[in-house]
T-cell receptor
C-alpha cells in the first residue's frame, strides 16, 4: 500500500513565524502535491513537483514556497505565516508511469492554526 | 481551464438505501481521468473509484459505481446499500493525463450523511 505521511497532524504558530510542513511518500512516485482545504472551497493546489528539484506553481502559490531535495520528500514553507493561512494542508503523491497513473494518494493532513 | 462542479453541497440517505452524487466537468480534452475520493471525518482522503475517459464501460468497485456520460461531461457516483461508514465528504476530481504531471482539479465536495 502507498503510504504518505505528514510531519504533524496539528500545528499552532504565531503570525510572522516561518513554518515548515513536511511530507514523505514511500512508493517512489514522481509527482507530489500540496493543497489547502477550506470549507466550501474544496481542495486548492498550492504547488506541485514532478521531479527532484523541480517545482511548479499551482492555483494559489502566494505566500508559500516548496522544496524537493529528495524524491520521497516534499516540503511546504510558509516564509512568514499570516492568519489567513490558517487551514488544513494536504499532501499527495502520484505516479506518471504506473497502471494507476495520476491517481493521487493523500497524507492525513495538517491542521495549521496561525494566531 | 478545466472546472469541476458538484452541485449538491449536502446529501442524505437511509442506511441500506441507494444514493447518487452528481458531478459535471468542463474540458476540451478527449483523453483524461475522473476520480471520486472520500474523506471521512478522520480526514484521510482515500480513492473510491477511477474512470479512464477512453473506456466506455462504467467503473465499479463493490457497492460503488459511476455513470460516466462523456458527451454530457457528467460523472455521477452511485452508492448502493449505503452503510454508516459511507458518511463522509465526497470529492469529484478531473485529471488531464498527458503532460499534466498528474495534476487534478477537484470539485467543492458533497457531504453525505447516512441515517440509521
Amino acid at each position: 500500500d502507498v503510504k504518505v505521511t505528514q510531519s504533524s497532524r496539528y500545528l499552532v504558530k504565531r503570525t510572522g513565524e516561518k513554518v515548515f510542513l513536511e511530507c514523505v511518500q514511500d512508493m517512489d512516485h514522481e509527482n507530489m502535491f500540496w493543497y489547502r482545504q477550506d470549507p466550501g472551497l474544496g481542495l486548492r493546489l498550492i504547488y506541485f513537483s514532478y521531479d527532484v528539484k523541480m517545482k511548479e506553481k499551482g492555483d494559489i502559490p502566494e505566500g508559500y514556497s516548496v522544496s524537493r531535495e529528495k524524491k520521497e520528500r516534499f516540503s511546504l514553507i510558509l516564509e512568514s505565516a499570516s492568519t489567513n493561512q490558517t487551514s488544513m494542508y494536504l499532501c499527495a503523491s502520484s505516479s506518471s508511469t504506473a497502471g494507476d497513473r495520476d491517481t493521487q494518494y493523500f497524507g492525513p493532513g495538517t491542521r495549521l492554526t496561525v494566531l | 481551464a478545466q472546472t469541476v462542479t458538484q452541485s449538491q453541497p449536502e446529501m442524505s440517505v437511509q442506511e441500506a438505501e441507494t444514493v447518487t452524487l452528481s458531478c459535471t466537468y468542463d474540458t476540451s480534452e478527449s483523453d483524461y481521468y475522473l476520480f471520486w475520493y472520500k474523506q471521512p471525518p478522520s480526514r484521510q482522503m482515500i480513492l473510491v473509484i477511477r474512470q479512464e475517459a477512453y473506456k466506455q464501460q462504467n467503473a465499479t468497485e463493490n457497492r460503488f459505481s459511476v455513470n460516466f456520460q462523456k458527451a454530457a461531461k457528467s460523472f455521477s457516483l452511485k452508492i448502493s446499500d449505503s452503510q454508516l461508514g459511507d458518511a463522509a465528504m465526497y470529492f469529484c476530481a478531473y485529471g488531464a493525463g498527458g503532460t499534466s504531471y498528474g495534476k487534478l482539479t477537484f470539485g467543492q465536495g458533497t457531504i453525505l450523511t447516512v441515517h440509521p
